[in-house]
């Protein structure tokens, strides 16, 4: 079966630093991956997704994740972390009816994100 | 364009009562989703609706009920609130494959 896994449950780095959120998958074929961003008290917002091609997908607000086929990874990384980027973050995979008519995602149980002054 | 809308945002019910949560999408697409959001375990599927007249189980149906009214409108009900079903829920919509757009969640909690 599917399945998503984000390591760390929460992450603290200072404003200005480097970021780099960890997500894992499990998947028997190619995946559809995605990260979201959920600021607190609002809904998900989609940061990235990778389908096919370049394994280094560039995202919103300075986002960027690489898909690593044989380590099953899609990490996020942002060079430079600002004091609006604290929220949790969600890694998710295609579920495996996704495709065609379906759009269904198996989520990670997500990273909080804080960002020190 | 208000994207995906959901009422209410926050609802207290007691166990036993029933209620139906509404969500509306102005995009046209196809497909609808109902999630639940709980501390530590990500987001969970409930239903979805890859179509007007169709809706499928997700990962966690117990409890729960849906109506694809129309192409816009995706409801979900809970005829018997338990404790249990405290969480925060969203709907969610897209067009096929394509990203997912989320509504602001309804928050409920149940006594």
């Known amino acids: 079966a599917q399945s998503v896994t984000q390591p760390d449950i929460h992450i603290t780095v200072s404003e200005g630093a480097s970021l780099e959120l960890r997500c894992n998958y499990s998947?028997?074929?190619?995946?559809?991956l995605f990260w979201y961003v959920q600021s607190p008290g609002q809904g998900l917002q989609l940061l990235l997704k990778?389908?096919?091609?370049?394994?280094l997908v560039q995202g919103i607000k300075g986002f960027e994740a690489e898909f690593k086929r044989s380590q099953s990874s899609f990490n996020l990384r942002k060079p430079s972390v600002h004091w609006s980027d604290a929220a949790e973050y969600f890694c998710?995979?295609?579920?495996?009816?996704?495709?065609?008519?379906?759009?269904?995602?198996?989520f990670g149980k997500g990273t909080k994100l804080s960002v020190k002054p | 364009n208000a994207g995906v809308t959901q009422t209410p945002k926050f609802q207290v019910l007691k166990t036993g009562q029933s209620m139906t949560l509404q969500c509306a999408q102005d995009m046209n697409h196809n497909s609808m989703y109902w999630y639940r959001q709980d501390p530590g375990m990500g987001l969970r599927l409930i239903y979805y609706?890859?179509?007007?007249?169709?809706?499928d189980k997700g990962e966690v149906p117990n409890g729960y009920n849906v109506s694809r009214l129309n192409k816009r409108e995706f409801s979900l009900r809970l005829e018997s609130a338990a404790p249990s079903q405290t969480s925060v829920y969203f709907c969610?919509?897209?067009?096929?494959?394509?990203?997912?757009?989320f509504g602001p969640g309804t928050r409920l909690t149940v006594l």
């Open positions: 609706s890859a179509s007007e007249g169709t809706t």
């Open positions: 998947y028997g074929a190619t995946p559809y």
């Open positions: 998710a995979v295609g579920a495996p009816n996704y495709g065609g008519s379906q759009g269904n995602l198996i």
């Open positions: 990778y389908f096919s091609g370049d394994t």
């Open positions: 969610a919509s897209s067009e096929a494959r394509d990203l997912q757009f």
